[in-house]
């Protein structure tokens, strides 16, 4: 794939793939590209060059297809402060048509741990909460694919964590998960392989174990293992 605003090159020519129920991850740091890329395969830009499939689906020739079968979670939960926590999973179950969406709703509250809270508007929820009933209301309707694009900016430790667990449960169901992060300690966590971006361009692409085989081989020596301040931090609130 390759895109371009005017003289701005953002790709410049992105090849990979990505294995079904498997969590890929696309690291990079701000202004990499990492969104246009998942903007394209969202069907929401088209590229200038190039051909991208989505659940074996050209995203420019049948983007109506494309959409049917992915959901999309960006940097920031989009969700209505207003409704309550249940109510905007039934609002979304409506728009897709679904049968029952008060039991839609109800599922996934108790799959997210959000039984409690349904009933409580959104403006009361933490950071954590907002985004986990994000992701739960990616899932109505059952996409075989979802893109997370920086699903953690924002939250504090706890709730990166809750997210974390949410995203390795997607996978281990059978859904096929593109995160993009800037995190590193999040794709080390997650993902079953890792691409990186930079300046428009994937640089090296594997397994973690594959990555860490492009740098010399590690020398053994005795250091004194000090606990990590996330360490200390979940340690100290119980978890």
Do not use: C
């Amino acid at each position: 794939m390759e895109k371009s605003y005017k003289e701005l090159h953002v790709l410049r020519g992105v090849n990979f793939e990505v294995a079904p129920g498997s969590i890929f991850a696309l690291l990079g740091s701000n202004g990499a590209g990492k969104t246009t890329i998942v903007r394209i395969l969202s069907t929401l830009l088209r590229p200038d060059a190039g051909t991208a499939t989505v659940n074996g689906i050209d995203v420019t020739k049948d983007p109506l297809r494309v959409r049917e079968s992915i959901s999309l979670t960006g940097q920031f939960a989009a969700v209505d402060e207003i409704l309550s926590g249940r109510e905007n999973l039934v609002m979304v179950a409506k728009l897709r048509h679904l049968k029952n969406p008060g039991q839609v709703a109800d599922d996934l509250l108790a799959r997210f741990s959000l039984t409690d809270a349904g009933s409580r508007k959104v403006s009361t929820y933490s950071g954590g909460m907002r985004r986990r009933l994000d992701i739960a209301m990616s899932l109505i309707g059952q996409p075989k694919v979802i893109f997370l694009d920086e699903p953690t900016t924002g939250l504090d430790p706890e709730a990166r964590i809750e997210v974390w667990q949410v995203i390795k449960e997607l996978a281990d169901q059978g859904t096929t998960v593109l995160l993009t992060t800037q995190y590193l300690d999040e794709a080390e966590q997650l993902a079953d392989r890792i691409a990186i971006l930079h300046q428009g361009r994937i640089i090296a692409n594997g397994t973690l174990a594959e990555l860490k085989q492009l740098l010399p081989p590690a020398k053994v020596e005795y250091v004194e293992k000090q606990p990590a301040l996330e360490d200390i931090f979940l340690a100290l609130v119980g978890r």
